[in-house]
């Protein structure tokens, strides 16, 4: 066990403190709590980390729970998904996996024991009526007529509900506590409905099943929870969470809000992800531009910068929303440790070295990675014809421009110094399509025998041993920071990046790239951080860029120096 630093949020301080009280004898026992309705996003990861970390840090267990009480919206591919992101973040639940539906037997007899005491009732009034009766936060709410219905008759009618007697909407089971609370949550609150779906475990054994505010505070007390840590729309919903804990008497939890992760240019709620999923804005749940954790390990994301990104950001009780940049800047840090770095042209041009022999194939010898030695070296291959980025060239270059134009001279990294002389162009669009050099034999390894200088280094790619692949480009998802705010009549689908996705489809990689597995990363030399994907075959390779470069030309110069 390691130490808890109290210090570092008002979270681990309550723990902390309720440890020195004696509280919870010690105990600290969290628990995950996803409803199994879509799959994890980046603010779950946030939860998960907070969850499961408190529990390392404090020696004590996190549980993983399926809070599946609504059939309606629920699947086991879901839960699977779940289970999958959890452990790829590098958390493990033990023996603790729960669903909230095996509970279902306990959570009845809750019900009735509530009955039993006169605090419960089964109330005819319809969804509509119960939502009129309510009131609203000026108005007190009104009684329901069947409030005062006896015990006898209220069990009579709740087991027939459970019996499957009665059709949906026809009869609710209501806590009875006061229709005139300031706190709507307390008017009267529908604890039981009846359903007539089968369920993802249960089928269908229940026709009736709780809500979510009576299955989680009582799922905690079951499973002895100690800190049942929830996000700050929860709330107003405490005190119903000890209401229902006092009036049973069982073993009480204690709930404890922080705000949730927002992070700009994203949309983070599952209903928003179900929609552009429907909305085919997306093309899956683990498409590389959501935010879900299975789209960003797609994308190339690695455990430890979301674990990291999570710990840098902290918990608070208040919302705010998290510049994406930070997690960029996270994700950099990390995978710049990891990546070796390789040559790949996304958009090429040819260039044919006049000078060189038509069949030589020579070895050059490129570090995988200058920051870190351990990581070796290996072998390019250079031959007459390479390919460079069509934007290191330009017939007419702008003032500063020091990659290749027509007389000027520049390196290619790591080989020789090479000259532009001509230019070839295609006859009807008069674009530039080949360029005609010469080398200079004696700067092999990039370095010139007599100290002469150039200005522009560019990575480029050998033809002969060149491997083709498609590489996916991808911008933030949404053009604004806050894709919510939209104007009247706006609509928030109206701030999605039409540029996205931007499909390189005549990458020229360097040889032996096509052998690399999908998740395999790497740094493209000045071009960002790429993955494989995971439709990636030796013979059509897909790279996707993760995470471009912040300043590609600072930090290339800076290796070449
Ligand atoms: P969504 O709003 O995306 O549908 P949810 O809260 O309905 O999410 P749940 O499956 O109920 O999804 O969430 C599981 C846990 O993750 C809950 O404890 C919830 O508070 C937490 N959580 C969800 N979204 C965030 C977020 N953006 N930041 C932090 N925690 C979150
Ligand atoms: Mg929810």
């Not at 499961?52 to 629920?74: K, M, Q, W, Y």
């Not at 919903?237 to 705000?259: G, K, M, N, T, V």
């Not at 179900?274 to 954790?293: C, F, H, K, Q, S």
């Not at 994301?301 to 918990?315: G, H, K, M, Q």
Request: proline letters at 5%.
């Amino acid at each position: 066990m390691t130490q808890a630093d109290t210090s570092v949020d008002f979270l681990r301080g309550i723990i902390a403190d309720d440890n020195r009280t004696g509280k919870f004898g010690g105990r600290v026992v969290t628990r995950f709590p996803p409803e199994p309705n879509g799959y994890l996003h980046i603010g779950h990861a946030k939860s998960v980390c907070l969850n499961f970390g408190i529990a390392e840090e404090f020696g004590g267990v996190c549980h993983l729970r399926f809070d599946d009480t609504n059939p309606s919206r629920e699947e086991m591919e879901y839960v699977n998904s779940i289970q999958e992101d959890v452990r790829w973040l590098g958390f493990d639940w033990g023996e603790n996996l729960f669903f909230a539906s095996d509970y279902f037997d306990q959570l009845y007899e809750y019900a009735i024991k509530l009955i039993e005491s006169g605090k419960a009732f089964v109330c005819d009034l319809s969804a509509d009526e119960v939502r009129d009766y309510r009131g609203s936060l000026v108005e007190p709410g009104k009684e329901s007529p069947y409030r005062n219905r006896s015990i006898e008759e209220n069990l009579s009618l709740f087991r027939g509900m459970r019996a499957g007697d009665f059709g949906e909407g026809e009869h609710t089971l209501r806590a009875k506590i006061d229709m005139a609370a300031p706190n709507l949550n307390l008017r009267d609150p529908v604890i039981y409905r009846i359903l007539k779906q089968a369920h993802h475990r249960t089928r269908d054994e229940w026709p009736i099943y709780p809500m979510y505010d009576f299955a989680h505070g009582q799922s905690d007390s079951i499973e002895h929870v100690t800190h049942s840590v929830c996000t700050l729309e929860f709330e107003d919903h405490r005190p119903l969470y000890d209401w229902f804990l006092d009036e049973l008497d069982i073993y009480h939890s204690q709930q404890i809000e922080f705000a949730r992760l927002n992070i700009t240019h994203t949309v983070l709620s599952k209903r928003r992800l179900i929609e552009l999923l429907n909305g085919g804005y997306v093309t899956a749940w683990d498409d590389p531009r959501m935010p879900t954790i299975s789209g960003l390990r797609r994308r190339g994301y690695t455990p430890e910068a979301l674990r990291n990104f999570c710990d840098r950001i902290s918990v608070a009780r208040r919302d705010n929303t998290v510049d994406i940049a930070l997690l960029e800047h996270t994700l950099r840090d990390d995978l710049n440790q990891k990546s070796p770095r390789v040559m790949g042209v996304l958009d090429p041009l040819k260039v044919v070295i006049e000078n060189y022999p038509e069949d030589k194939v020579e070895d050059i010898i490129s570090t995988n990675n200058p920051e870190d030695p351990s990581m070796g070296e290996r072998n390019v291959s250079f031959s007459r014809v390479v390919y460079i980025e069509k934007d290191d060239f330009r017939e007419i270059p702008p003032p500063k421009f020091y990659r290749l134009s027509p007389g000027k001279e520049v390196r290619l990294k790591d080989a020789y110094y090479i000259t532009c002389n001509s230019v070839v162009k295609d006859e009807i669009t008069g674009e530039v399509v080949e360029l005609r050099c010469t080398y200079d034999p004696d700067t092999f390894g990039g370095t010139s025998a007599d100290g002469r200088k150039v200005r522009g280094t560019s990575h480029w790619v050998s033809e002969e041993s060149a491997v083709d692949a498609e590489v996916r480009v991808y911008d933030h998802l949404f053009t604004t920071e806050y894709p919510d705010d939209v104007e009247d009549g706006g609509d928030w689908k109206d701030n999605i990046n039409p540029d996205s996705l931007v499909v390189m489809k005549n990458a020229k990689l360097e040889r032996g790239l096509n052998h690399a597995k999908p998740g395999e990363r790497f740094q493209f030399l000045r071009q960002g951080y790429f993955c494989v994907d995971k439709d990636s075959t030796p013979e059509s390779p897909v790279f996707n860029r993760t995470v471009p470069l912040r300043d590609t030309w600072a930090r290339f110069a800076r290796s070449n120096t």
